[in-house]
């Protein structure tokens, strides 16, 4: 049997957007309690939820730990963007409403080059991009 509904990435999870609407606390539960479900298979997307969550890590998106954070990779705006909404997980030790996943932001990550773009910080919810960090000489 092949389900490509949710898989653990990091300390992220990771789930399909079909698979988000209207069963978030079941397809959590049922990813969590079976030690997780294989990932994606398509190595594009997972690139993007890898560097999504590097973003959030590095460029400090938000607050909540990683681990209470589900990546759901959602489309994008041409062939080599991919988006991928970041969402929070409510379950009993991230707290919240666990019929609930509100979407934080998104990420917009362009596979040719690398650019990275974010609404996490836009009042207007434009995504604007996210700067390389500055490396300071030792």
Known sequence: MTMSVAARTGNIEMASVPALVGFVP?????ALGFGGIPAM????TERAVDQARTAIQQHHLTERPLECLVL???SGTSPDVRTVDVREKHDSSC????ATSPRLFSVEVNLRTGALSSDAR?????????RPKAVTPR
């Open 95 to 98: 707290g919240g409403d666990p």
């Open 122 to 130: 836009s009042p207007t919810g434009e995504m604007e991009p996210l």
């Open 72 to 74: 759901v990779p959602a």
């Open 26 to 30: 079941l397809l959590v539960s049922f």
């Open 41 to 44: 298979a398509d190595p594009s």
